[in-house]
């Protein structure tokens, strides 16, 4: 295992926390840290410093799990995160992603090849200076290439003392289904949000099988996000803004949703936090349903 810093994790982040995989307990508000990059998720910072404190501010309020991925930047954040917080605090979980190519800034291509696989997590677990993660994700299913062979990949790496935990992300529960057959998935990693339910399926099956689930762009409300419709009516009875409220829906949706929403603002971190303290009544869900 990598050095870690004596220093222990605050317990007590609202939300409630999960366990995954039977050992690795997450409190229920992560912290996406894909907008730490530059515009675009390419490139450095723009504000290095402020995203610095970012993510020094995340581990105070009590996040114990940082969502990455080896694409954004491409590699920069991986290596920001190692440059914040390493030696990292025990108990703090970081999650990165393979299985996507940055050859260009406009450019996200699927490449779930084995070898690439191999590569990629060996290099990521080399700029995030671990010797094991815990929490390894196949980006997205490549259609060139059999899923099999792709979380077999992960599989052989996890046999290895590399991986910890495997985890998927924009899968259908077909394909859930299948990589599950080949190796244990502990999290899923979807597209969900308020106005966005299509991956509603994938989150049930989650549900049966005690998988986390964590919502990409969790935040996206459609014409909600100005204040108007059932989020802007709930956030003005709760004294919250509507992206507050958004939060709040998701962690009452379901016991295995970990909200994984990034900001590039200690302002805006600390309401996505507070949100996780916003405790929806039924009529509420009832107008958010």
């Known amino acids: 295992m990598a050095t870690q810093n004596p220093n222990r994790l605050r317990t007590n982040c609202p939300g409630g926390s999960l366990t995954l995989g039977g050992d690795t307990t997450v409190n229920r508000l992560g912290f996406g840290a894909m907008r730490l990059c530059g515009p675009g998720v390419w490139g450095e910072p723009l504000d290095r410093p402020g995203a610095k404190r970012v993510l020094m501010r995340a581990v105070e309020l009590g996040i114990t799990l940082v969502d990455t991925a ?23 979980i970081i999650a990165t992603k393979g299985g996507l190519r940055r050859p260009r800034r406009e450019a996200w291509e699927n490449n779930g090849r084995p070898e690439h696989l191999r590569a990629a997590c060996e290099a990521s677990l080399r700029r995030l200076k671990l010797e094991r993660i815990d929490i390894y994700q196949l980006h997205a299913p490549d259609p060139q290439v059999p ?3 792709s979380v077999g990949a992960l599989a052989e790496l996890q046999s290895e003392g590399k991986i910890r935990h495997i985890g998927l992300s924009n899968v259908s529960v077909n394909e859930l289904c299948r990589a599950q057959r080949i ?9 969900y949000n308020f106005s966005d339910r299509s991956s509603e ?4 099956e989650c549900e049966k099988g005690g998988l986390a689930f964590l919502p990409w762009h969790p935040l996206a409300a459609g014409g909600d996000a100005a204040g108007g419709g059932a989020l802007g009516r709930v956030a003005r009875r709760r004294g919250a803004t509507p992206m507050q409220v958004a939060i709040a829906w998701l962690l009452a949706r379901s016991r295995v949703i970990v909200p994984i929403p990034g900001t590039s603002s200690v302002a805006h971190l600390d309401e ?8 929806l009544s039924t009529e509420d869900l009832h107008e958010l349903s």
Do not use: C, H, M, W
């Not at 190796?183 to 597209?191: E, F, L, T």
């Not at 996505?272 to 405790?279: D, F, P, Q």
């Open 272 to 279: 996505n936090v507070a949100a996780a303290r916003i405790l």
């Open 147 to 149: 899923l099999d062979e």
């Open 201 to 204: 399926d994938v989150l049930a």
């Open 70 to 92: 080896d694409a954004y930047g491409p590699e920069v954040n991986e290596r920001f995160i190692a440059e914040t917080l390493y030696p990292y605090p025990k108990g703090l």
């Open 183 to 191: 190796a244990p998935i502990v999290s899923v990693q979807n597209r």
